[in-house]
Nanobody, 116 residues
Framework: QVQLVESGGGLVQAGGSLRLSCVAS????????VAWYRQALGKQRELVAT???????NYADSVKGRFTISVDNAKNTVYLQMDNLKSEDTAVYYC??????????WGQGTQVTVSS
């Protein structure tokens, strides 16, 4: 089994920055995709950013140019650098991992609140 633990959320003013971290532990896996999702209160969970094993990244239009996903394989950690935060970025952010066998893993989520 693989466990994902997020950290780095909190309260920040609009225009500020946060960096989320997601540490993977447990058995070794061959990773296909890692991603960050978010879910705002009363809304559906949405994809924020993805990174594939080939190093390709993709972002939701709403965060392009402001958020950056990165992976540190030596530390088994996925990051989401969030700059120029807006009130509409307020949500619970979830780390996601899919292995080469299409098994999916989710973290427990970390709250990000942006005050205007």
């Amino acid at each position: 089994q693989v466990q994902l633990v997020e950290s780095g959320g909190g309260l920040v003013q609009a225009g500020g920055s946060l960096r989320l971290s997601c540490v993977a532990s447990g058995r070794a896996v061959s990773i296909s995709t890692v991603a960050w999702y978010r879910q705002a209160l009363g809304k559906q969970r949405e994809l924020v950013a993805t990174s594939t094993g080939g190093g390709f990244t993709n972002y939701a239009d709403s965060v392009k140019g402001r958020f950056t996903i990165s992976v540190d394989n030596a530390k088994n950690t996925v990051y989401l650098q969030m700059d120029n935060l807006k009130s509409e970025d307020t949500a619970v952010y979830y780390c996601y991992l899919r292995d080469v066998w299409s098994t999916q893993y989710w973290g427990q989520g970390t709250q990000v609140t942006v005050s205007s």
